[in-house]
């Protein structure tokens, strides 16, 4: 965690830095925000192969850590949790949550085989790692594509409180590659999305490379846009009027910047680091 002067936080964490050790090596790829702070991440951990899992196996891994970046004991007990559904390969690659801080994981998984091709899985975890067994078939929404592998992108609510998730699907062996996006029912009151404190937070639809800033945000533009110092200035405004949109960032001293973005019905906001031109 950085100060808005870009230096490192050491009250986070270990020195600035939080680590949670799975035990096995492991990825997170995404991250969420619970409106008590705590810090919520998806990704997975890789396991020894086996004879039956013969291109490796990987399990869901959920960390939680409070807001000063130390495990919650509260969830699983331990700060973490690994998860697999029957398949040899079992990964998050994104999350949402629910303004009652319930936690959807947008995770692809199954064996190499066309016998038993990748599916994927929309899981929902109480805030203190439990599955909600209300929701899907034990937790767990799944649905299948007919391919090798599916990959979900990203997960956002629509203003029914719906929610709704994109990704890939991919057969390599004949060439085909085709996107999807999924409804899923949530329960929540679409009333508590348009709530000022309802803020997503998010990495897969607003990035950032190379001091440009690039956007897959649903259909209901334009988003106004405002970019912001770390001490809360406003320093400046513009539109998103389509999906894929990228607008330059070289214009800005090298710093950190929060970027808030308005829709009709939902509020997004990324935190984004401008470097020095090369």
């Known amino acids: 965690r950085l100060f808005n002067t870009g230096q490192v936080d050491p009250n986070f964490g270990n020195t600035g830095t939080a680590i949670v050790d799975f035990g096995d090596p492991a990825l997170l790829r995404d991250i969420g925000i619970l409106s008590n702070g705590n810090i919520v991440s998806c990704g997975y951990v890789e396991l020894d192969y086996t004879g039956a899992c013969e291109y490796g196996q990987t399990k869901i891994a959920v960390a939680m850590l409070n807001a000063s970046g130390q495990p919650d004991m509260q969830f699983d007990d331990d700060g973490w949790l690994t998860a697999r559904f029957n398949t040899c390969n079992d990964e998050a690659y994104c999350l949402l949550v629910q303004p009652d801080n319930q936690i959807l994981i947008g995770a692809g998984g199954g064996n190499f085989s066309a016998l038993n091709p990748h599916h994927y899985q929309v899981i929902r975890y109480t805030p203190t790692g439990q599955r909600d067994n209300s929701f ?3 937790g767990i929404a799944t649905a299948e594509f007919n391919e090798y592998y599916n990959y979900p992108h990203t997960l956002a ?3 029914s409180g719906m929610a709704i998730m994109s990704g890939r699907s991919s057969n390599y062996y004949y060439g085909r590659l085709t996107f999807y996006t999924t409804r899923i029912s949530t329960g929540v009151n679409p009333d508590d999305l348009l709530q000022d404190n309802t803020v997503q937070v998010t ?8 001091n440009t800033l690039f956007t897959q945000l649903p259909d209901e533009y334009p988003f106004a846009a405002t970019i912001y110092n770390m001490s809360g200035q406003s320093l400046g405004k513009f539109e998103i009027n389509d999906t894929g949109a990228s607008v330059s960032l070289n214009g800005l001293p090298p710093a950190i910047y929060v970027i808030n973005l308005v829709g009709q019905y939902t509020r997004y906001v990324k935190t984004v680091v ?4 090369k």
């Open 203 to 210: 990495q897969n639809m607003v990035w950032t490379f190379d």
């Open 136 to 138: 899907g078939e034990n």
């Open 157 to 159: 609510f629509q203003p």
């Open 274 to 277: 401008v470097t020095p031109d």
